[in-house]
């Protein structure tokens, strides 16, 4: 009987060690990843502020072809939603909005994941003109844990997994750009 109460004391300190640990890590994140592409910004611009583009070259929406998208509004403009629901469980069920835009430079985007897990993250996209034929496109990914959930960051990489979906995505949209 002692070496269960032994046992048990040993893995609530473990806990709390845990939680305690877990007030002094980071919760909030951010990844930002850029690429340039060989086409006018005015021309990259128009194809990135439409929402249905993003399924042709952002990486989850690629994972599972049959998952179920709805949209509300009117694309290219503040207000946009585009929601998906899949049973894959890297790509879950969410929604994500227009909030907004500043003509030609930049798009905001708010994240609403309902499942696996529930949070709500921010995105945004930039274009800068590096010549007159060159854009470079900077998407920006960033989010918050909360507590405890944020002990999570000490067990995986999240920017390294999110940034190598980005850098995809960018390489990707790239492609399409340029053909």
């Not at 032994?6 to 930002?32: D, N, Q, R, V």
């Not at 790509?91 to 907004?100: A, N, P």
């Amino acid at each position: 009987m002692s070496i269960l109460i032994t046992a048990f004391t040993i893995l609530i300190g473990i806990i709390l060690l845990l939680l305690i640990i877990a007030l002094f890590i980071k919760k909030e994140y951010t990844i930002e990843q850029a690429i340039v592409i060989n086409k006018p910004k005015a021309f990259v611009y128009d194809y990135l502020r439409l929402l249905r583009n993003h399924d042709n070259f952002v990486k989850w929406s690629m994972i599972d072809p049959n998952m179920k998208k709805t949209y509300t509004g009117t694309d290219g403009t503040v207000g946009f939603v585009s929601a998906w629901d899949s049973t894959n469980k890297q790509v879950g069920k969410g929604e994500q909005e227009v909030i907004k835009m500043a003509e030609g430079e930049k798009i905001d985007y708010e994240l609403r994941f309902i499942r696996p897990f529930e949070g709500i993250s921010y995105a945004s996209i930039a274009t800068v003109a590096v010549g007159e034929q060159q854009t470079r496109v900077i998407w920006v990914f960033n989010g918050k844990m909360k507590y405890p959930m944020n002990l999570m960051l000490l067990f995986m990489n999240l920017e390294k997994m999110l940034a190598k979906d980005l850098d995809e995505g960018l390489a990707t949209l790239k492609n399409i750009l340029e053909k």
